[in-house]
């Protein structure tokens, strides 16, 4: 079992959704079940900035409020120099191989996201995440359904 598992925009806002849908309450008890093994959860603050822009856009009150509940529980990482620095260099990487993983004028939040967890400093970690594509190739990732 993996140490520590981090969460991606996709599972946090199921998991924050005030909408009870059979998706977002499957989540909710998956994270759940994790907590109640131990396992260390982390919300990113790259992936925190995804969603919670999108939830200011579309003045989703209640949906900022379950974000800012869920995140006081858990452990929040705030983006660092060297998570920057790493983002960076996956993003360079990317482009040097021919396989970008976004358009060359994004920030990228997918390589932000893997910097943030090849720095945190644990050698066992996934990333839950909806979407493995680009996020495998230079970290562990899973759908968060198969974790």
Not at 51 to 69: P, S
Not at 110 to 133: P, Y
Request: with cysteine; glycine share 8%.
């Amino acid at each position: 079992m993996v140490e520590v598992v981090f969460l991606d925009t996709g599972p946090l806002g199921l998991v924050t959704n005030p909408m009870q849908s059979p998706q977002s309450l499957a989540c909710n008890h998956w994270l759940y079940n994790l907590l109640s093994q131990g396992v260390h959860i982390v919300v990113p603050e790259i992936v925190d900035y995804e969603l919670r822009r999108e939830l200011l856009r579309a003045n989703k009150q209640r949906g900022i409020a379950k974000l800012d509940g869920l995140i006081k529980g858990l452990d929040y990482l705030p983006i660092t120099t060297a998570a920057m620095r790493q983002a960076a260099e996956f993003w360079a990487q990317a482009r040097q191989q021919g396989q970008p993983t976004s358009n060359d004028k994004t920030i990228d939040g997918d390589m932000i996201l893997a910097g943030q967890a090849v720095t945190f400093g644990v050698d066992s970690f996934v990333i839950a995440t909806t979407n493995v594509g680009h996020l495998t190739r230079f970290v562990a990732a899973d759908l968060w359904t198969n974790l």
